[in-house]
């Protein structure tokens, strides 16, 4: 076992990369604007086959798919919602 300062600081330098922040990856906000423009383009995507199909223009195997895909999407916005609620009450209670 190695106890010098040297491989102590040679060891920590090893370690160090792994505590860094990728720079490739993006920051949270970023990663929450591509979820809401991912939601958003769920919604328009639904909308836009319900319509075709109210005019024959769909096939509706795909309008279900799009609907189920819609119900999804809006069932985990509800309960990242409902999450980030209960956090913000989890704070408020949190003694000062």
Do not use: W
Not at 4 to 14: M, V
Not at 28 to 37: H, K, M, Q
Not at 65 to 77: C, F, G, M
């Amino acid at each position: 076992m190695d106890i010098s300062s040297l491989g102590a600081a040679r060891n920590y330098a090893a370690a160090r990369p792994a505590t860094e922040p990728n720079a490739g990856q993006p920051g949270a906000g970023e990663a929450i604007n591509d979820l809401v423009r991912d939601f958003a383009a769920t919604l328009k995507e639904s909308e836009t086959l319900a319509k075709a199909s109210m005019t024959g223009e769909a096939d509706p195997h795909a309008l279900v798919q799009a609907l189920a895909q819609t119900e999804l999407a809006v069932e985990a916005a509800v309960t990242v919602r409902d999450k980030v609620v209960e956090a913000y009450q989890e704070i408020l209670r949190m003694p000062v």
